[in-house]
């Protein structure tokens, strides 16, 4: 039997917490002219919002999830989003299954993200959804054995919206974790003149993620684009670096 949206948000109201509430309106900047203007909680912290996740998981059709990312409210569009996490990682090919098995459904559920991809409009929203989801769906053949064309990522930078450009660069941990490296660079490079915060940071912590996995690769690049780094985006880059590195890419 499948889960109604409506379920879903009466019982993330009924959670509702007035200190959270007012604790998460100022923590994700939701006054006049920051970046999360206008945005609605109910007061829910995420390890609760999961336990409903976890509930109803798998029991949600996408025209369901449709009606909670189109919620006002943060936490319901936050369950949307991990519930398209949830679909994505039911879809993905078991260890002794050919990669192509649920193609179908993985261009599905990453398609039907790409059309909402707006809705993750805050940072929590976007780093919690697009690596389990986009990047996933990157790293496993199509229905005809050819991979998903990675111009999407590129698309999305190319964006003039602030969470489609963090969607882009954050999609990338997944590819990371693979050892991919050429797209985050590429993309990495391309979001560096970016004037905001918060593309700072997304930047700077894909660019320390490569450095986990191959520091040459990222000491490589730093040597390369260092001096035209905003100073966050570097910070974050060379955290896991030792200190004599830290100061030499400093200065």
């Known amino acids: 039997m499948y889960v109604k949206a409506k379920d879903i948000i009466s019982t993330l109201l009924s959670m509702g917490d007035e200190w959270q ?40 059709p996408l025209e369901e999830i449709e009606i909670l990312l189109n919620s006002e409210w943060h936490e319901a ?12 990682k039911a879809a993905l090919p078991k260890a002794r299954q050919v990669p192509t098995v649920n193609a179908e459904r993985r261009e599905e559920i990453a398609r ?9 409009n805050n940072w929590d929203l976007v780093d919690m959804s697009c690596p389990k989801i986009l ?17 999407i990522l ?12 963090r969607i882009a660069m954050v999609t990338c941990w997944m590819l990371i974790r693979a050892d991919q490296y050429d797209d985050t660079l590429r ?19 894909m660019l320390r993620e490569v450095g ?19 100073r966050t985006t570097l910070r974050y880059a060379i955290e896991k670096m030792d200190e004599n590195k830290r100061q030499y890419y400093m200065k």
């Open 112 to 120: 039907f993200y790409l059309r909402h991809a707006r809705k993750a």
């Open 212 to 230: 986990k996995r191959d520091m040459p690769t990222l000491e490589a690049y730093l040597n390369e684009h260092a001096h035209e780094m905003h």
């Open 154 to 165: 590129y698309q999305l930078a190319a964006s003039s919206n602030l969470w489609e450009q």
């Open 187 to 205: 993309l990495a490079t391309i979001l560096l003149p970016h004037p905001h915060d918060l593309i700072h940071k997304a930047v700077g912590w």
């Open 21 to 60: 509430r007012e604790n998460l309106i100022r923590f994700f900047k939701t006054g006049k002219g920051e970046y999360g203007e206008g945005d609605k909680f109910i007061g829910i912290k995420v390890p609760d919002t999961r336990i409903v996740v976890k509930e109803a998981r798998l029991r949600v």
């Open 135 to 151: 990047g996933k769906w990157l790293l496993f053949p199509q229905a005809d054995g050819s991979m998903p064309d990675r111009k």
């Open 77 to 88: 569009r936050l369950c949307g989003f991990l519930l398209l996490v949830e679909d994505m």
